[in-house]
């Protein structure tokens, strides 16, 4: 996975200490429903596409601009589904990092999804009741987007 030159440039300083970043989370249906998943490079793993966000840049922006690096296709952003503040995770290199998620529904609007990156090896379209396995925090935003338009779901809310 690349990491962004900014992400690399605080490393310089601060280590493999836990550094907090932005990332969103990005469901993307197309006109039958069918949800675009990519097979990571990394673990070989099925996932929906996800991507830190550049300094400054607003979440839906970089949920179209993850969406067309990872799979060539351009999306609209139909709406927020989720806010979460995610466990600590750790890099096979030792970088720590405490990501504050944000999922997004998206809509297709063109391109034919294809691997369009090191970051994936594959890239498919799964219907709702065909999915592989997901990793809980993205299970939770698909099931978000496909319960319809109801209100975003807030980790820790009551």
Not at 3 to 32: M, Q
Not at 44 to 69: F, K, S, Y
Not at 127 to 153: E, F, I, K, V
């Amino acid at each position: 996975m690349p990491v962004p030159e900014f992400v690399v440039a605080l490393r310089a300083k601060i280590g493999h200490d836990p550094l907090p970043l932005s990332g969103v989370i990005a469901v993307v249906l197309d006109e039958r429903d069918r949800v675009l998943l990519v097979r990571r490079s990394d673990t070989g793993e099925w996932a929906l596409t996800t991507g830190c966000l550049e300094p400054g840049e607003q979440p839906a922006d970089g949920a179209r601009r993850e969406v067309h690096e990872e799979t060539g296709v351009v999306v609209e952003v139909e709406r927020l589904l989720s806010v979460e503040a995610l466990e600590l995770s750790t890099a096979p290199n030792g970088d720590q990092v405490h990501w504050l998620a944000l999922g997004f529904r998206c809509r297709l609007v063109s391109g034919a999804a294809r691997v369009n990156d090191d970051e994936s090896v594959e890239v498919g379209w799964f219907a709702a009741d065909s999915m592989p396995p997901l990793p809980a925090h993205q299970a939770r935003c698909l099931a978000l987007a496909l319960a319809g338009d109801g209100d975003p779901w807030f980790a820790g809310a009551r």
